[in-house]
């Protein structure tokens, strides 16, 4: 290593990887968007038996693009009597952290940005900023709906924290590693030896709340379009929405990645492991999320403070205890271990 | 706050296979075909159930004449006044009094009425405009018309830029439709017009 280092001029391979790596995922994160969006309104529409974009474009491939134009050129608003300095930084603290997040998710066998051993602490910490900046935008628009909206992230970010935490804890007590790519390998290709089959429960508590975490129906309160009119975003126009739009994608990539490493085997797959298993069970995932949007109503604001503290949380709670007496009692063989 | 009943834990446990037939609901809905048309370069096969504006009847033989007695019905009888007809003038050697015609109306259509019926007066309008502009589709006219002239055209493809591309020559609309329409055409039309009223009629 040493030697590949010196060979680069000084520069440490670690640090060139991590650059590779980030500049890697801002393709991604950019790509990712423009296709999500395109299949959000996509699968929108077949649900609704309509086509959807149809006229950008081969089946309105390209709507998105000329979306992305559209936004990129639209001035920028600030109302009046907003917080200049933190109204426009909630859209930046909004988009940074998801590439923090994203930096440990393993997306192949030796695909990974930056190897970190406590990874699933990384990026369920980096996640809580997100919070931050629905928080802030929402404050300083100086606007109702905004200040409403923060108000329900934040208690939301609270009623689902703890339970996503609880029931992640279950796997890495089973693995013994906070390391995602670790936590894959420990898993096995075929189906019944992924996490998720051990541990149902803990991989359902996971997907409610990440449903709540990326803001999406039935949990997308803090921008509840017909209340709020667009929640904590309402008066960011341009780019300033456009990179909140873009964290909520790449925030929908992070926790399917999450879940796809922890409880679906991540890269490995029936017949021939490799990243592109990871991808199909993240774009499934997403997929997943989208039909959840198109079925189920928003819920109230109580009723999701229900959920999570009356359900959740003690649902978790018997998970884990479960799992720690099964480890200790009768004891743990993992497929790949 | 309504009272509900209180759910056991069962109960609650058992309700959430709702959620899972809402799933089934929407997926089902997912993989069936679209019922939507892509418009450009499809269009509905059931225009005919389109009423749009109003358009003339021709006379079964002659489908470029209209069946337009011109007896203004349809005329006093619109609330948005958007009809205009004006109604051929009789030849010049009957001495037919012309009277002072109201200011909606600058047409021989009034003292036609009154005039003695020894002077067969004719009875083809010469004009015969709509304001589309102003119709707001009631169908009175069409309801009123005593020898159902009038019917509703399938003309759903509307755009223009300006109101004036809304101000329709009826009879030029007919004599272009005439021009345009196969032989045994014309028959139909006032079927679908008897059918269109007899509708009205039960609604």
């Known amino acids: 290593m040493n030697e590949l280092s010196k060979a680069l001029g000084g520069i440490p391979v670690e640090l060139l990887h991590i650059a590779i790596g980030l500049v890697g995922l801002a393709a991604f994160v950019g790509l990712n968007a423009v296709l999500l969006v395109w299949m959000e309104r996509k699968v929108a529409g077949h649900f609704q038996r309509r086509p959807g974009p149809f006229e950008v474009g081969p089946h309105g491939l390209l709507q998105t693009v000329a979306d992305a134009v559209k936004l990129i050129a639209k001035q920028l608003f600030m109302p009046k009597g907003a917080d200049r300095i933190l109204f426009w930084a909630a859209p930046f603290l909004a988009f940074l952290p998801v590439f923090v997040t994203l930096l440990p998710i393993p997306w192949g066998d030796v695909i990974v940005a930056h190897e970190v051993n406590l990874g699933i602490l990384l990026i369920l910490a980096f996640a809580g900023l997100g919070v931050l900046s629905l928080c802030l935008a929402g404050w300083s628009s100086n606007n109702k709906w905004s200040l409403l909206g923060a108000a329900r992230a934040v208690a939301q970010s609270v009623a689902y924290e703890i339970p996503m935490l609880l029931s992640l804890l279950a796997v890495v007590m089973m693995t013994g590693t906070m390391n995602l790519s670790t936590i894959v390998e420990s898993q096995g290709s075929w189906p019944w030896l992924w996490l998720g089959a051990m541990q149902p429960f803990a991989f359902l508590i996971y997907f409610i709340c990440a449903l709540a975490e990326t803001n999406r129906a039935p949990f997308d309160l803090p921008e509840a379009e017909s209340e709020l009119t667009a929640g904590f975003h309402t008066e960011y126009s341009g780019m300033g929405f456009g990179l909140f739009f873009l964290a909520e994608y790449a925030n929908m990539i992070v926790v399917s990645g999450v879940a796809t490493a922890l409880f679906l085997g991540g890269w490995k797959g029936p017949v021939m492991d490799g990243p592109w298993w990871f991808l199909i069970k993240v774009y499934a995932l997403i997929f997943a999320m989208m039909w959840f949007r198109w079925t189920y109503p928003r819920v109230r604001f109580d009723q999701l403070l229900n959920i999570a503290w009356k359900w959740l949380i003690p649902l978790a709670i018997i998970n884990l205890l479960a799992t720690a007496v099964y480890i200790k009692v009768i004891g743990l063989n993992l497929p790949m271990m | ?203």
């Open chain 2, 1 to 203: 706050m309504k009272e509900r009943k209180k759910l056991t834990f069962w109960e609650t446990v058992k309700r959430q296979w709702s959620l899972v037939v809402g799933l089934k609901v929407t997926g089902k809905n997912y993989i069936k075909p679209q019922i939507t048309t892509h418009y450009p370069r499809q269009t509905v096969d059931n225009i005919s159930t389109f009423k749009g504006h109003v358009q003339l009847v021709g006379k079964p033989k002659q489908p470029d004449v209209a069946k337009c007695i011109c007896c203004m019905l349809c005329v006093t009888s619109c609330p948005s006044s958007c009809i205009k007809v004006v109604k051929m003038k009789p030849p010049k050697e009957d001495p037919i009094p012309e009277a002072a015609a109201p200011k909606d109306m600058p047409d021989a259509a009034q003292p036609a009425k009154q005039a003695p019926p020894k002077a067969k007066a004719p009875k083809t309008p010469v004009k015969w405009t709509l304001d589309f502009n102003l119709c707001s589709l009631c169908g009175t006219c069409v309801e009123v018309c005593p020898v159902k002239s009038i019917e509703y055209s399938n003309d759903s493809y509307l755009a223009g830029y300006s109101r004036k591309d809304f101000e329709y020559d009826l009879l030029a609309d007919l004599k272009e439709r005439a021009a345009k329409m196969p032989a045994p055409a014309p028959k139909k039309a006032p079927k679908a017009v008897e059918k269109e009223t007899a509708e009205q009629a039960e609604a």
